[in-house]
């Protein structure tokens, strides 16, 4: 059964760091491209960074520069090292393949920025 689940999201003033991870059992990791997105309320949900199988990565404007995404194959885990945090990056993050299945969505981690 395949499974993703989240952690590391949490309250951080304006300008700190988190860093998410996402743990993914099932066997499916070493062969998949794998993203992370979020979703605020009220909003769409929106891929904020995605990390090919061969290690490219790709990031919106909106977080280039201050998010970091990477993955551990050994332990089957994909982290997102978040930086320079503002107020509109408050939302649930969830991690899943790229492109996404809809099947594989978790309960995601909140993270909240505020002072």
């Known amino acids: 059964q395949v499974q993703f689940v989240e952690s590391g999201g949490g309250l951080v003033q304006p300008g700190g760091s988190l860093r998410l991870s996402c743990e993914v059992s099932g066997n499916i990791f070493n062969g998949y491209n794998m993203g992370w997105s979020r979703q605020a309320p009220g909003k769409q949900r929106e891929l904020v960074a995605w990390?090919?199988?061969?290690?490219?990565?790709f990031y919106p404007d909106s977080v280039k520069g201050r998010f970091t995404i990477s993955r551990d194959n050994a332990k089957n885990t994909v982290y997102l090292q978040m930086n320079s945090l503002k107020p509109e990056d408050t939302a649930v993050y969830y991690c899943?393949?790229?492109?996404?299945?809809?099947?594989?969505w978790g309960q995601g981690t909140q993270v909240t920025v505020s002072s």
């Open positions: 899943n393949t790229y492109p996404s299945r809809t099947s594989y």
């Open positions: 990390i090919s199988t061969g290690g490219r990565m």
